[in-house]
């Protein structure tokens, strides 16, 4: 990314990752209350992510591959191939699930149902990456469909997107035994707080930084459309995680044509997805030219089918 020319300088190798307790100081607070959801702290408290970010400062918190610090291996010089999962319904029927669960590390996002689609998009999850709001309204809708929780294995880390300080709040609550809050307004404000199949630990959690939400969001994506409200989607700041921090990145579930593919795999009915995809808060149609351009540089690889 770092020498093509195509991509016009848009990668930073110094653009923050993750969240660390070091950064969050009342300058840098001031300085990013001044951006919205996933890119600032607008709509976050700061004692809310002070006192949460004191619980998340053991070296799980501030490495993505955690595992190969307390392994020992971290500079054996193995490649880290990584299949970074969407959801869409071009995975529907592509019995691929082998291949993506032969990467070494496995990301997935919203709604991440494997049962009885493993087949199609294999049952490995290493890394589940989402927004509390994104989450409590995919949990809300898919209950029928068998989502109730985010997933969970012994060896899955759960990432971040915090959109308001709901998050630094149900983390604090989670790890201290305290009662998980609702959302800050809206239906959230209303629901009961969703649950994780296990209790949550600290070594578990990771915070994306709102830098690198924001650096997706204006330097790669850089849509007119979102520039007042919406952003990149999850899956596009999953996606962009993965090629910060792998070697090798191969991605599914992304750009299906929606007349051709239902709109999610595990819909059980082909809708045509025209008014989803043209939702105002996000900007598919930019994301997939993005997309298109980093494969043409060799940047990531995508799967594809008719």
């Known amino acids: 990314m770092a020498s093509s020319k195509a991509l016009n300088g848009k990668y930073n190798a110094k653009v923050p990752i993750l969240l660390l307790p070091e950064h969050v100081t009342k300058s840098e607070y001031n300085r990013?209350?001044?951006?919205?959801?996933?890119?600032?702290?607008?709509?976050?408290?700061?004692?809310?992510?002070?006192r949460t970010m004191a619980l998340l400062n053991t070296t799980s918190n501030q490495f993505l591959f955690d595992d190969l610090l307390a392994n020992n291996n971290a500079a054996n010089g193995t490649c880290k191939r990584c299949a970074v999962v969407g959801n869409g319904g071009i995975l529907n029927?592509?019995?691929?699930?082998?291949?993506?669960?032969?990467?070494?590390?496995?990301f997935r996002t919203n709604v991440a149902i494997t049962?009885?689609?493993e087949k199609d998009v294999g049952n490995k999850t290493s890394f589940y990456c989402f927004g509390m709001v994104t989450l409590s309204n995919a949990i809300t809708e898919m209950k029928m469909k068998g989502f109730s929780a985010p997933p969970w294995n012994p060896k899955i880390r759960y990432v971040f997107f915090p959109e308001n300080d709901w998050a630094y709040r149900?983390?604090?609550?989670?790890?201290?035994?305290g009662a998980l809050p609702k959302g800050n307004n809206g239906e959230t404000a209303k629901r009961k707080p969703f649950?994780?199949?296990?209790?949550?630990?600290?070594?578990?959690?990771?915070?994306?930084?709102p830098d690198f939400c924001r650096y997706v969001d204006n330097r790669w994506l850089n849509s007119k459309k979102l520039q007042n409200q919406g952003r990149a989607t999850t899956g596009a700041i999953m996606l962009f995680l993965a090629l910060h921090t792998c070697d090798e990145v191969n991605a599914y579930g992304f750009m299906g044509d929606p007349n051709?593919?239902?709109?999610?795999?595990?819909?059980?009915?082909?809708?045509?997805?025209t008014g989803i995809t043209d939702a105002f808060y996000h900007d598919w149609n930019k994301e997939n030219?993005?997309?298109?351009?980093?494969i043409d540089e060799g940047i990531f690889n995508m799967y594809t089918r008719d």
């Open 170 to 177: 149900y983390i604090y609550a989670a790890l201290t035994n």
């Open 195 to 209: 649950v994780f199949p296990k209790p949550l630990a600290a070594e578990e959690i990771k915070i994306v930084h």
């Open 93 to 106: 029927g592509s019995k691929i699930g082998l291949e993506i669960d032969s990467h070494d590390y496995v």
């Open 32 to 50: 990013l209350k001044n951006y919205r959801d996933m890119m600032g702290w607008k709509y976050s408290k700061y004692e809310f992510i002070t």
């Open 115 to 117: 049962d009885g689609h």
């Open 289 to 294: 030219a993005l997309w298109k351009l980093l």
């Open 260 to 273: 051709k593919f239902t709109f999610h795999y595990y819909d059980q009915k082909f809708t045509k997805s």
